[in-house]
């Protein structure tokens, strides 16, 4: 079966850095998880433009928009990115920057980080990125739910605020990263409610096999998520996603395969990400990937 993995990161962030150096153990540079991909069909990652102008700064309110992934200097063709937003820094230099990013190939969506940065999804700063998601037809993800930071704000990360923005901009889809967790269930209602409204199943645990198949395999560790997914009973519109290097991604594999009804696994790990990311289909028709 082929992968797409919705949610990945690849850029100089020390807490990234140290996670995979302290707890997933992973190779977190190109050549890891070109490797980790090559090894699981993994056919393409969706990595999420984020970065720190010190190390550890992030949420960092001097991190130019639009953010990429700085790890690299020239993305291969198994990866694109979501351009991330700072909402410090959305004047007319920097909306002028992120619209022409949006007309590269490998620019596929648009990163908004609620709870890092202290702004309500409906918030009208984020106007309009609404208004340029809406005109070149492609997703805006939300950070949802627990913050990777202690500087974060939970209020803000609530995936109950993308209800206001989802029905004021029917035209734009959205997608949920983290499915909102711990507040599952809410963010199960929220994608069941609107039909623009996504979430992918990414950064649900942290660690490396051991202690993934240890949570994986815990009688309760998992029971919230459980009973949302199967509230929403859409699995068509839930994507897979890793949060690399969080994880590793055979144990992530693993995980999802496990949590979600095996008849719906071409819809989670593959097909609903051509439908939320339509940029991404040159990407998979260019590497021989039947499209279906």
């Known amino acids: 079966m082929k992968i797409i993995d919705a949610h990945m990161h690849l850029s100089h962030i020390q807490e990234f850095k140290a996670t995979a150096a302290e707890k997933s153990f992973v190779d977190y540079s190109l050549d890891g998880i070109l490797k980790e991909y090559r090894d699981n069909n993994v056919v393409l990652g969706i990595g999420m433009g984020l970065t720190e102008t010190k190390p550890g700064g992030f949420p960092d309110e001097e991190a130019v928009t639009p953010m990429g992934l700085d790890l690299v200097e020239a993305l291969p063709p198994q990866l694109v990115y979501c351009l991330g937003i700072n909402p410090y820094r959305l004047g007319t230099q920097e ?143 839930l994507l897979f996603g890793t949060d690399w290097p969080l994880a590793p991604v055979e144990a992530y594999i693993r995980f999802v395969r496990e949590l979600i009804p095996a008849e719906h696994h071409e819809d989670v790990f593959y097909r609903t990400a051509l439908n939320v990311f339509p940029k991404i289909r040159p990407f998979l028709e260019h590497e021989g990937h039947a499209l279906r």
């Open 95 to 237: 909306l002028e920057a992120l619209e022409r990013d949006l007309q590269k190939p490998e620019a596929v969506g648009l990163k908004i980080y609620l709870g890092y940065y202290p702004f309500y999804a409906y918030d009208s700063v984020y106007q309009p990125v609404y208004e340029l998601a809406a005109a070149y037809r492609v997703p805006v993800v939300f950070h949802t739910g627990d913050t990777y930071s202690e500087r974060g704000l939970l209020k803000y990360s609530h995936p109950l605020t993308i209800d206001e923005v989802a029905v004021t901009h029917r035209n734009v889809n959205f997608m949920m990263a983290h499915f909102g967790d711990p507040w599952v269930l809410d963010g199960a209602e929220v994608v069941y409610k609107n039909r623009n409204v996504f979430a992918d199943l990414s950064g649900l645990m942290v660690g490396d096999t051991a202690n993934c198949n240890r949570l994986k395999d815990s009688p309760l560790f998992f029971a919230h998520l459980r009973h949302a997914v199967t509230y929403c009973d859409h699995y068509d519109k």
